[in-house]
């Protein structure tokens, strides 16, 4: 198995493994372009697993300087069950530490307990305290504030 960067070129591949992983979400932020900017910007974090020049395993890492993020770890079910998630994650996590980064969090669907389980033998937590806020944009902020 040969692990890598995850590069553009790699995008096909990607999406389609993950619109056939069951529990990972999808939407326009998963474009080719803003994968490319994320790609970018995160240089050196995001990893694919190859096999015979096959995608079988992907994790999207980065950070804002303060903390990190990881997205879209999908394994192929042929190579399920045999540790690569679980490396690719600890590369990613090592990926953060080296650059100074304290913690990392994942998005987790509330009813995707295979990942919960999964990312609690990693090592994370569930941060009960806390809840997800998002908002769309294009909004400005004075259109934000209106009530």
């Known amino acids: 198995m040969d692990i ?3 590069k553009k070129s790699d995008y096909d591949a990607a999406y389609a493994l993950w619109t056939a992983t069951a529990g990972l979400g999808l939407s326009e932020a998963d474009s080719r372009e803003n994968i490319g900017l994320f790609l970018e910007r995160n240089a050196g974090l995001s990893l694919v697993a190859c096999e015979n020049q096959t995608l079988a395993a992907t994790i999207l890492c980065g950070h804002d300087g303060r903390r990190g993020m990881i997205y879209h770890l999908a394994v192929a079910p042929a190579h399920q069950r045999q540790g690569l998630g679980k490396l690719l994650a600890t590369r990613a996590l090592d990926g953060l530490s080296a650059a100074g980064i304290g ?3 994942m998005l987790v669907y509330q009813d995707n307990d295979d990942a ?5 033998k990693v090592g994370a937590y569930r941060r009960m305290e806390l809840a997800l806020m998002s908002v769309s944009l294009p909004l400005s902020v004075a259109e934000a504030a209106e009530p």
């Open 4 to 6: 890598r960067e995850f």
């Open 116 to 120: 919960r389980l999964f990312w609690q």
């Open 103 to 105: 913690r990392c969090h």
